[in-house]
């Protein structure tokens, strides 16, 4: 099965965001540098892949500004994210909840 070349240069892009060659709040090189890298004639190509990149939530694509990496790993869903935020959200309240402990503590030792 042969891959589309759009999907092959978005699979190469998103393997540089990832490793950080391409760090969140900078930007990709333009269209036309990134034509002449992969060597294809076509914006469309380019364009194909970073809107692919923007949907898994990576690139924020602004047109006349150009792509800015907004994330280092893929949005696999809203599922996903909302699940990530939850757990994020809970690990925050432990944490929260083990800092006014320790204040509390703290505050009582001052007393004493």
Known sequence: MT?????????????RITEG????????????DLQKEFDVAGL???RSAQQLLAQQGLLE??????????????????TTLLAQLREA???????????DDTIALLEQEERE
């Open 3 to 15: 891959i589309a070349r759009w999907r092959q240069i978005a699979d190469e892009l998103r393997e």
């Open 21 to 32: 060659r391409y760090p969140v709040g900078s930007k990709l090189p333009p269209i036309t």
């Open 44 to 46: 469309n190509t380019i």
């Open 61 to 78: 694509i602004r047109q006349g500004i150009g792509a800015t990496v907004v994330a280092q790993t893929p949005v696999t869903s809203r």
């Open 89 to 99: 959200r809970a690990a925050n309240q432990r944490l929260a909840a083990t800092l």
